[in-house]
């Protein structure tokens, strides 16, 4: 569902050819947001068609003898991210999408996350509690098993990533109070 929007905020930055989009989400979008090529020119295929993006032909810098489509978004497509930014709401297993709202946010400026930011930081809060209790409930014996091992392992895992996403989440959680919300 958010894919034309991760292509909209990347044309917003930058626009770009299919092609060169489609390198950038190789390179930096993707690990974030994956998106294959076909998928992208599907999307951008659809995004003309709702007007959300116009194609210009410019000349190809790396052929003198050809041209090639560059995309570049249309005021409706603005709109349509400000509005999906503003509307989507997030679970707690919405990083990803997070991120791409961010993303976003620092190429059109306040979209409201600061009201979003507090309930995601209580929804980790809330899991990372939960985890703490299995913790405590099922792997407190000084002696675990092979298979309890490996349960506690992944527990661990989620432990620091609730964590991690905690702390990164404190750490952002200033440049959303200047009345973003």
Known sequence: MSTPHAILIALLEKPSSGY?????????????????????????GRMVAAGWVA???????RSTATRKKV???????????????????????????????????????????????PRFIEEARTRLETYREI???????????RSQQLQYA?????????EAWLDWAEEIRPLFDDGDA
Do not use: C, M, N
């Open 71 to 117: 995309y570049r978004v249309l005021p409706v497509g603005r709109e349509e991210v400000e509005r999906w930014a503003r509307e989507t709401r997030l679970g707690a297993d919405d990083r990803s999408l997070f991120l791409l709202k961010l993303r976003a946010d620092a190429v059109i400026g306040p979209l409201g996350l600061g009201e979003e930011l």
């Open 55 to 61: 194609v210009v032909e410019e000349d190809d810098a």
């Open 135 to 145: 913790e405590q409930r099922d792997f407190g014996a000084p002696v675990l098993t």
């Open 20 to 44: 060169d989009l489609a390198r950038r989400f190789d390179r930096a979008i993707g690990y974030f947001w994956h998106a294959t090529h076909q998928q992208i020119y599907r999307e951008l």
């Open 154 to 162: 992944i527990l661990k895992a989620g432990i620091r990533t609730q």
